[in-house]
C-alpha cells in the first residue's frame, strides 16, 4: 500500500494540472477537535459573564424556569455552540480557526473554495454524519471512502484538502544561494537549519547539524568534537555557494 | 548521472529558485483578488502571467526537485492561483443574494413536481389518521401523549394558558428550533433512499389527522383551527417543501441515472441546498407567530388568519424569488 497522500487532481488550460493533496481522517479529527474546543469555551465563556451579571455577581447556576434570563443566558451560549460551523464556514468561506490550525481548508472539486450554498450542505448533513454518537457515520464513512469524505462532503461536493504555509519564499530564496554544491532538497535543509539555527536548543543545533554533514559528506565529513560556533561554520561552509 | 548533468539541474534548480519572489508576488496578487480587495484590469492580467509563470516553474520542479519544500510551495501558489482565476471573488452580501434570488426559485421550480407528492402523502396521512381515531378512539395513545390527551377530555387544549408558564419569547425559540430540526431531519433523511423522509410526512400527517379526530370528539375542533391557523398555514408548507427536497434527494439516489449514484445525490443535495436555509428563515418567523400571536386569546380569528393567509403569501413570494428584484435582474 501507498503511504502517498490521495490527490486531487483538476485540469488545467496551461496543461499542468492543480494537485491537491487530501487531508485525512487524522488532520480532520484534529480540527474538529481545535474547534470544538474553541466553540465550547466561547459559549461557556457567555454563559458564565451573562450569568454573573444577570445574576448580580451572585451565582452560576442556571437560571430557574424559563424567564428573561433563561433568553439572554443560556440560548445564545446553545447558539454558539450548535451554530458555530455553519456561521463561521460561511463568513470565513470553508476556514474555521480549527482548520487553519490543522493547515486544511474545505475546496471544491475544481479546487475553488466552495459558495454559501455548498458550504450550508455540509453542515445541515451533520445530523446525520453525527449519528450515532461521536460523529460514528460521519468516522466510518471518512475511514471506507478514498477521499475521506464524511456524508455531507458527498453531498456538497467538497473535500478537505492540505493548506501549504505561504511563509517560505525567504528559505527558498536561501536555498537558491545554495544549491550550488547541494542537491535542491540539501540545500532547503542547509537554509532551514540556518534561518532557524538560533531558535533551537544546542543539543539540537549540533545533532540537526551532524545528521546534514554525515548524509551529505558521508565519510569525509569532519564530525569532531566542536562548540555550537564550530558546528555551524561547518554547515555554512557546506552550504556555500560555489 | 553523469557530473555535467547532476551540475546542469542544480544550476537550473538555482535558477528556479531564484523566482521565489515573483512566486510570492503572484501568491500575494491571488490573495488580493480572491479577497475581493482588487478589481483592476492590468492587475488581472499581471495574474493570468502569474498563472503562466507557475505553471511553468511547477513542471519544471516536479521534474528537478519531487520531493523539495519547493515543489510543495509551487503546488500552493499555482493551486491557489487557478482557483482565482476560474472563480469570481467571494463577497458575502452578494452570495447570499444570489443563493436567495437566483438559486433558491430555481431549485423551488425544480422541486414543484415533489412539493406536489410529498403535499399528497401529508394530506393522505393526515386522513388516515383522522379515520382512525375517529374510527378507533382508542388509538389516539399512539399519537398524543397522556397529558395531552386528558386535557382534551377536561375540555381544554393544551395550548390554554400557555403564556402564564413560558413567556412567548421562550415558546417561540423552543417551537422554531424543533421545527427547524424536524424540517432538516425530513430533507437529510431522504439520505436513506427517500424512506426517512415518508417517515417524518407520515408521522407528522397521522398526528395532526389524529389530533384533529380527538379534538372534535370533544367541541375543541374549532378552538385548534384558531390556533394553528396563524402560524400552521406556513409550518406545513415548509415541512411539505423540506419534504420534497428530501424526495429528491431519495429518488437521486434510487435512480441515479448515467451519472452515477454518488454524482447524482451530490447534484440533487447541491440544488436543494438553498431551500433549507429558506425552511429554516421561514420557520424562525412561523415560530414567532406561534409564541406571540397564537396561544394569545385577545386575537381574533380574522386577525389569525389574515396573518396565517399573509405569511403564506410572503412565503410563496419569497420561494419564488419576487423578494429580489436586483438578483432577478442580475439573472
Known sequence: MSSAPQQLSVASVTGIEVALPVAGPGARSLAFIIDWHIRLVLALAWYVVAQLVASGGRSLLAPAGYGQAWFGVVLPALAIYFLYHPIVEVALRGHTPGKRSAGIRVVTRSGAAPGAGPLLVRNVFRLIDCLPVAYGVGLTLMLLTRESLRCGDMAAGTLLVYQRGTDDAELLRNAAQRVGKLDTVGAEIAADLLQRWPALVPEARIRLARQLLQHYLGAEADISEGDELEWRSRVERLARPE | MSVVQAARERALAAALLARADEWQAAERRARSFDHGRSDDAAEAARLADDYRLLAHDLARARVLMPASRTRVYLEHAYGHTHATLHHGAWHLGSTLQRLLGVELP??????????????????????????????????????????????????????????????????????????????????????????????????????????????????????????????????????????????????????????????????????????????????????????????????????????????????????????????????
Do not use: K
Open chain 2, 106 to 331: 430555481a431549485a423551488v421550480r425544480w422541486l414543484a413536481p415533489y412539493l406536489a407528492w410529498t403535499t399528497l402523502i401529508f394530506v393522505l396521512s393526515a386522513m388516515a389518521g383522522y379515520a382512525l381515531v375517529h374510527r378507533y378512539p382508542e388509538l389516539i395513545a399512539l399519537f398524543a401523549s397522556p397529558d395531552t390527551i386528558a386535557s382534551v377530555e377536561r375540555g381544554e387544549l393544551w395550548t390554554q394558558g400557555i403564556l402564564n408558564v413560558v413567556p412567548s419569547s421562550i415558546l417561540s425559540v423552543q417551537l422554531f428550533t424543533n421545527n427547524i430540526v424536524v424540517s432538516l431531519s425530513a430533507y437529510c433523511l431522504g439520505f436513506l433512499f427517500g424512506l426517512g423522509t415518508l417517515y417524518i410526512l407520515g408521522l407528522n400527517g397521522l398526528m395532526l389527522g389524529a389530533i384533529f379526530a380527538l379534538v372534535e370528539r370533544h367541541g375543541l375542533a374549532t378552538a385548534l383551527f384558531r390556533f394553528i391557523v396563524a402560524h400552521g398555514c406556513v409550518e406545513l408548507s415548509v415541512l411539505c417543501l423540506s419534504g420534497a427536497a428530501g424526495a429528491a434527494i431519495g429518488e437521486a439516489l434510487i435512480r441515479p441515472g448515467a451519472a452515477g449514484r454518488l454524482e447524482s445525490f451530490r447534484a440533487a443535495a447541491l440544488r436543494t441546498g438553498p431551500v433549507l436555509l429558506a425552511c429554516a428563515l421561514l420557520l424562525v418567523g412561523s415560530g414567532l407567530i406561534e409564541g406571540f400571536v397564537s396561544p394569545d386569546p385577545r386575537f381574533p380569528l380574522t386577525v389569525r388568519i389574515v396573518i396565517g393567509v399573509g405569511y403564506w403569501c410572503l412565503m410563496v413570494a419569497f420561494l419564488s424569488g419576487r423578494l429580489w428584484p436586483a438578483a432577478r435582474r442580475g439573472a
